[in-house]
């Protein structure tokens, strides 16, 4: 998509223009910025409702049938399920375990493990572990 | 599908290699002692067997998940696959007497080894890729 970018007075009202073929996940994504400014996802942590920034998340969880979101230094409970999330989160996310799904722009780096799998270190210094029937995926959403 | 593509992957990587180890292996005895080794017809079937048979446990070891087992697992792997290929080697006539068979087991050793290392090569070629394609898209820490 090509992208146009003018800059304007203060005094001018900002706008978007977007031509497309058709609506996709992507542009509606990028729309929501732009109305909205930065997507985010309330999360609960002792009791209290938080505003996580979606591009804050590093990974979310699901354990004991409750699902968690992980930004650098905090854990928050989220109300929905884990499945809920992918189709809310955008496609940063992928779902790496049964349990599991992950913000790709917060891996560092990653290694092959035993059994074909792959350990992803964050760049928080946390490790994860990609299932090996997840680690295709992954390859696909890298192009590769 | 995966598993299938394991096994179809592991039967011919080993079916080649140990063709070309007792290739190699017989030419170089041709030419130091003159030694002829005439193939029976069924004897390239019997190597293609081999692979089928060592396919099994590798599929039925290496795939599953569980982190814990995993050298267990391994060591099992070699064990089982050593005595498939050794029974082979010695019901199939690859060789002949003690020495023979001291050969036949180093040649195992490096046929598994080259198994190995080869997948090894691949996975960390793999890795690699996903590494430096992580590069363009990861956030600014």
Known sequence: MRVTVNTIPEKAEESAVISIHSMTAGVRNAISLLQDGEPTITG????????????????????????????????YEVKYRLYELE????????????????????????????????????????????????VKDLKKRMGL | ??????????TMMVSFLITIVIGITELVEYLTTGAFFYLEGWQPLSVLAVGVCT????????????EKTAWLRIVLHFIIIMVIVMTSAYIFNWYHGFSGGIITFVE?????????????SILKHEENLVNQALEKIRDEE
């Open chain 1, 44 to 75: 609960i942590k002792d009791g209290e409702t938080y505003p996580v920034s979606v591009y804050g998340i590093y990974y979310a969880e699901s354990v004991d049938d409750k699902s968690f979101i992980y930004t650098k230094n905090e854990c």
């Open chain 2, 55 to 66: 396919s099994i446990p590798t599929v039925l070891l290496l795939s599953p998940n569980n």
């Open chain 2, 108 to 120: 195992f050793i490096v046929v598994f080894s080259l198994v190995w290392i080869g997948n090894f």
């Open chain 1, 87 to 134: 189709g809310i989160l955008d496609g940063r996310f992928i779902r790496i375990s049964k349990s599991m799904i992950c913000n790709i722009r917060k891996i560092r780096s990653v290694k092959n493990a035993v059994n074909s799998r792959m350990t992803a270190t964050l760049l928080n210094g946390e490790t994860i572990v990609i299932s090996r029937g997840y």
């Open chain 2, 1 to 10: 599908m995966d598993k299938f593509k394991i096994f179809l992957t592991t």
